[in-house]
């Protein structure tokens, strides 16, 4: 079964220490790896797509990186509105005829001034 | 350009009822999903459709139904809810049916009492 674990479930930091979230994930082929962040009461938001191993993707103070078992959202010098979910998300071949995501259950981050 | 709009924002229902959701995908964007999101867990794919078809369906019970309209909005209905259809209700709209970047609204939270 396909499958999207992240960890850990929640992070709290202080202004300007960098951490990373981590997303393992079991599928049959990967076709393609989301992040999303979500704030409360609201919908995710996109933030980056990896295909392959090796591949990068930055946005700010955010890089995500991909490899063969797992993906990593680094936070450099995070800042209060950092503060949000954020949601990992794979896409499988093999789904049918959908392109449906499936998400693993989040890290909350919570950033303190 | 307008984003995904959900309405209602808000609903409370009591056990047996039905409820009827509606969105309207980005203009251009031919694919609408549904998501459903209990507190504290990752979205749960429900429905995809494309071009007015059922493209995929995820592992929820035939009570929850929906559908397209000609002009790319949607409707989930679910019929006799259970208190653990209580849930925000979240769908996302994108260009193609096998795109991951998904453009979310910002949900229906659902209350089953």
């Known amino acids: ?113 | 350009d307008a984003g995904v709009t959900q309405s209602p924002t808000h609903l409370i229902k009591t056990r047996g009822q039905q409820v009827t959701l509606r969105c309207s995908p980005i203009s251009g964007h031919k694919s609408v999903s549904w998501y459903q999101q209990v507190l504290g867990q990752g979205p749960q794919f429900i429905f995809q459709y494309y071009e007015k078809e059922e493209r995929g369906r995820g592992n929820f019970p035939d009570r929850f139904s929906a559908r397209q309209f000609p002009n790319y909005s949607s409707e989930l209905n679910v019929n006799a809810l259970l208190l653990g259809d209580s849930a925000l209700y979240l769908c996302a709209s994108s260009l193609g049916p096998f795109t991951g970047e998904l453009f979310f609204g910002e949900g229906s939270r659902l209350t089953v009492l």
Do not use: M
């Open chain 1, 1 to 113: 079964e396909d499958q999207v674990t992240q960890s850990p479930e929640a992070l709290r930091l202080q202004e300007g220490e960098s951490s990373s979230l981590n997303c393992s994930y079991t599928v049959s082929g990967l076709r393609g790896l989301f992040w999303y962040r979500q704030d409360p009461g609201k919908g995710p938001e996109f933030l980056f797509t990896l295909y392959s191993a090796g591949e990068e993707k930055e946005k700010e103070r955010l890089k995500a990186t991909l490899t063969k078992k797992e993906s990593f959202l680094h936070i450099t010098a995070p800042k209060p509105e950092d503060s949000a979910t954020y949601l990992c998300a794979v896409q499988v071949y093999g789904s049918g005829n959908t392109g449906k995501l499936i998400f693993g259950q989040g890290t909350t981050l919570q950033v303190k001034p």
